[in-house]
């Protein structure tokens, strides 16, 4: 989805998982991190292993340019990842405004799924549903439907996606749970309905499990 300018707020991944949850919406909760040392307490704190993100509105695809370490399982880990993210930044975007780095813990993998929603002129709030991750805009296997969602709306998403045997497990991998990625749309379609002042929002990537699913990043633009 596209990004949101003038009167529009982009919220960072920090503050997006904050509102959501206050909604009860499972994320793969973050914590902003503004130092070396903070990064290391609150990897300590939430646990390994850990994931640190670079947080920064001018920052578009974080992995694209090295603002992302997966996998770091000790306080030494973090503290050079930390160090190598900023290097990273910094190089590649130097005017890049940064407010620090987010840290979570590490979700278990997952089949990566993606919810979105734009406020159309017309219609009004639009959900997408589709495969996510990094490949999403290359996949390009989404489907739509107006807000506020009916669990057929959701049911049928799930159906019509090119995708969708993907659900039910391919090659040795685990069925998901569609009742669990219908339920979390029903979630985030009623947070919308209840949130006006939200012109955009991304939950992706979403990890889908057998028994859950949980939002891993997510990006939500208000409209001040």
């Not at 993210?85 to 407010?99: F, H, N, S, W």
């Not at 278990?108 to 996510?132: K, T, Y």
Request: negative net charge; glycine residues 8%; proline residues 4%.
């Amino acid at each position: 989805m596209s990004a949101a300018v003038g009167a529009n707020r982009l919220l960072n991944e920090v503050e997006s998982k904050q509102l959501l949850e206050s909604a009860g919406i499972t994320t793969a909760s973050a914590r902003l991190a503004r130092s070396c040392g903070e990064a290391v307490q609150l990897a300590t704190e939430l646990g390994f292993p850990a994931v640190l993100k670079i947080v920064s509105d001018d920052v578009a695809h974080k992995s694209d340019i090295g603002g992302v370490r997966l996998g770091l399982e000790s306080a030494e880990d973090v503290e050079r990842a930390y160090d190598d993210i900023l290097k990273a930044v910094t190089g590649r975007q130097p005017d890049a405004r940064i407010e620090g780095v987010s840290v979570q813990r590490m979700a278990a993998p997952g089949l990566e799924v993606i919810i979105g929603m734009s406020r159309d002129p017309q219609f009004g709030p639009v959900m997408m549903f589709g495969l996510g991750g990094v490949l999403v805009e290359v996949l390009e296997d989404v489907v739509f439907r107006l807000v506020p969602l009916e669990r057929r709306d959701a049911v049928e998403m799930l159906q019509e996606i090119r995708g969708s045997a993907l659900l039910d497990g391919y090659r040795g991998s685990p069925a998901i749970s569609r009742e669990a990625l219908v339920d979390l749309m029903l979630q985030v379609s009623a947070f919308i309905d209840a949130h006006p002042e939200i012109s955009e929002l991304d939950l992706n990537p979403v990890f889908a499990y057998p028994d859950g699913a949980i939002a891993v990043d997510a990006r939500i633009v208000i409209t001040s």
